[in-house]
């Protein structure tokens, strides 16, 4: 008790922003605008950052607070038949951060090893085949355990270092990335207006901003059930969602003219981190260094959203069990913890598993990231929309920002507008999976 309020107003904006800043920010925003017509593709991400991104951030935070609970007493308290939408927000972070959390141990392998060798692990698909990496998996979960175990205090805290130092080490890297000969094509392969921009792409967006902003995972509302009634909930939003696309447009100035200059492929994700660029550090003066400060900085932006993800499931089993927080913590972060075990061993052990035509490790982000979010989406509006009065809401943000002037627009959008774009993320997400299932 006396640990349900944030300290700061800094603290509770880092802490959000540390959630929503992750892995996605990194290692495929820069790469989805890279492939999807570059400049075309920032102003489309940024109308649906307004149109869909804050309206549903909003929502969420100031249902957090309205409630003062978890997700699922929040939704509960909004109408008895919505507490499935609560359970869709607390299921999804627990699957994510077993497959996160894997991927928090590889960094820490990579930091671990740059500093001890100043080389990285010699081949990235044995290391990946390799039982340690459910070691590596449980190191990364033991620290977010024991942020988590901390309270709020400790999440604020833990926020306040990272965050600023993340974007200090991202600027260190910029320098050095764009100040190499040739560094142009990277920037233009990322910004320049190009072919490329399609209807794929405006779905690329849409998936993007909402997986970004950590939306429909319960952690907005769960860290906006910790905020004083004096903030106030359109601006912090807006605070959160800019710094989040401000870091994702940063990273990609720092990744893409270094890959450029070294004649490799651009790509996205594990393939770009633990494979392209250590070729890029290990090709450029003082490469080790610089390999550091990236794996560190990929650690954090890791570890905040961890922590965020394992918050959210805490926090329910305290509101909505009863439990104290050292019980939450200890049951739910070992739980998480055995649960990426399949997923750190599944290009190992049990590269040969395979669930519709998934590898373990891609399924369990598959069914989190496309199709429980975004049906948890659509509910989420259905029930605030159309089943609680919504005045109570508006009501809510009214305190800590007495001129909302935006408020039929925010009505409207999440009335309107977000429901529509949510359904066809859902559905196209159900498209790429059946793709994947029949082989094409
Ligand atoms: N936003 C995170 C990223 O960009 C990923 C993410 C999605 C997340 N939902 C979340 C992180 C919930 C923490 C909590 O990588």
Not at 165 to 182: D, N, P, Y
Not at 197 to 208: C, D, I
Not at 341 to 368: E, H, K, Q, R, W
Not at 403 to 410: E, G, R, T, V
Request: with cysteine; hydrophobic share 55%.
């Amino acid at each position: 008790m006396g640990e349900k309020q944030w300290g700061s107003r800094i603290g509770f904006l880092l802490a959000t922003a540390g959630a929503a800043i992750g892995l996605g920010n990194l290692w495929k925003f820069p790469y989805l605008m890279g492939e999807n017509g570059g400049f075309t593709f920032l102003v489309v991400y940024l109308i649906f950052v307004l149109i869909l991104g804050l309206p549903c951030m909003m929502l969420e935070m100031s249902l957090g607070r309205y409630t003062g609970r978890d997700p699922i007493q929040s939704y509960k308290m909004v109408n008895p038949k919505a507490k499935i939408v609560g359970i869709f927000g607390v299921l999804a972070p627990f699957i994510i951060l077993s497959y996160y959390s894997v991927i928090g141990g590889w960094l820490i392998k990579y930091v671990v090893s740059y500093v001890t060798t100043f080389n990285a692990p010699a081949d990235f698909g044995t290391f990946i085949a390799s039982p340690t990496t459910v070691i590596w998996h449980f190191i990364f979960m033991a620290m977010v355990i024991y942020v988590c175990y901390k309270g709020i205090g400790g999440i604020e805290k833990a926020s306040k270092i990272m965050l600023p130092a993340l974007f200090v080490l991202l600027i260190i890297i910029i320098f050095r990335s764009v100040s190499l000969k040739g560094s142009m094509e990277g920037i233009k392969f990322i910004f320049a207006p190009k072919k490329g921009f399609s209807l794929a792409s405006v779905n690329a967006a849409l998936g993007q901003v909402f997986y970004s902003l950590s939306l429909c995972m319960g952690i907005t509302i769960t860290y906006g059930s910790y905020l004083s009634k004096k903030e106030n909930i359109p601006k912090s939003c807006a605070v959160v969602a800019g710094m989040d696309t401000l870091l994702a447009v940063l990273a990609g100035i720092a990744i893409f003219p270094a890959v450029f200059v070294f004649g490799l492929e651009p790509g996205q994700g594990p393939g770009l981190v633990f494979v392209t660029l250590p070729k890029v550090f290990g090709a450029m003066s003082g490469g080790s260094i610089f390999a550091i400060a990236f794996f560190i900085l990929m650690f954090f932006a890791a570890l905040t959203s961890a922590i965020a993800l394992l918050e959210v499931v805490v926090s329910f089993a305290i509101d909505s069990w009863g439990w104290s927080r050292n019980k939450s913590v200890a049951v739910m972060g070992i739980a998480v913890a055995i649960l990426g075990i399949p997923s750190a061993l599944s290009s190992g052990l049990l590269a040969d598993v395979t669930i519709l035509n998934y590898s373990v490790f891609d399924f369990i982000g598959m069914i989190s990231d496309n199709i429980l979010l975004p049906i948890g989406g659509i509910l989420m509006c259905y029930f605030i929309v159309w089943k609680f009065d919504i005045t109570k809401l508006t009501d809510e943000m009214e305190q800590g920002c007495p001129n909302f002037k935006i408020k039929k627009l925010w009505i409207a959008s999440i009335k309107y507008v977000a429901p529509i774009l949510l359904i066809i993320v859902t559905v196209s997400g159900f498209v790429g999976v059946y793709h994947s299932i029949t082989g094409m």
